[in-house]
């Protein structure tokens, strides 16, 4: 079932390409961002994080780039495959409890 | 996936009624969280928990009650039902360790319909 936007933006990219998507975040107090990725009908997954103190970080097939200059956050996903297809949004964290979470982009892995 | 389960998955009710939504962790996470999603919004918190019978409100808390009696179980009651409150739901929880913030990790969610 579908549990998010229905007219999100949207990434098309070819089986084993690179993927980027981007998100702006608005309050430069923010100093702990989140990377999450939802498939359909789930709850949103854990990908990656970053602290505001770091300018790039890698994990398995995934980088998060922080341009803290112009409040922008990336994701790339390095040799897409098909079940890399959800939905990726951006979370900023500010203090303990407070999250606050952009609207997302819908990636699509073309055969 | 981390501990957490939410039921139920799935309900359908009328308007005017009371519902209740369970989320049970096994992570023995300090902080849990109720938020909503709706196309064209990014989720949306709804109440908070720090602790047990310590909860606080989000954004979007009118219409809605929680509770806290144990540190595993954090219940979202929408005391009378409305159309609006028709979204899927989601309970997450969070350790922050004292070094800053720490990531939610998410239930599956629960999807409610009110008719």
């Known amino acids: 079932g579908e549990s998010v936007g229905l007219h999100l933006p949207t990434l098309s990219v070819q089986e084993g390409d690179n993927s980027i998507i981007n998100c702006a975040y608005s309050?430069?107090?923010?100093?702990?961002f989140i990377w999450y990725k939802q498939e359909s009908g789930k709850g949103p997954q854990f990908i990656i994080d970053?602290?505001?103190?770091?300018d790039k970080r890698q994990g398995q097939r995934v980088t998060v780039l922080l341009n803290k200059t112009v409040k922008h956050l990336s994701l790339q996903i390095a040799a897409t495959q098909p079940g890399d297809s959800a939905v990726y949004f951006c979370?900023?964290?500010?203090?303990?409890?407070?999250?606050?979470f952009g609207t997302g982009t819908r990636l699509k892995v073309l055969a | 996936d981390a501990g957490i389960t939410q039921s139920p998955r799935h309900k359908v009710t009328e308007t005017g009624t009371p519902v209740t939504l369970r989320c049970h962790q096994t992570?023995?996470?300090?902080?849990m969280y109720w938020y909503r999603q709706d196309p064209g919004h990014g989720l949306r918190l709804i109440h908070y928990s720090y602790g047990v019978k310590d909860t606080d409100k989000g954004e979007v808390s009118d219409g809605y009650s929680v509770s806290r009696s144990k540190t595993e179980d954090f219940l979202l009651t929408l005391e009378s039902a409305t159309s609006s409150q028709t979204s899927v739901y989601f309970c997450a929880i969070s350790d922050p360790d004292g070094q800053g913030g720490t990531e939610a990790f998410f239930g599956q969610g629960t999807r409610l319909t009110v008719v």
């Open positions: 979370a900023e964290n500010r203090g303990t409890y407070k999250y606050i």
């Open positions: 970053i602290r505001s103190n770091m």
């Open positions: 992570e023995n996470h300090r902080y």
């Open positions: 309050n430069s107090a923010s100093d702990y």
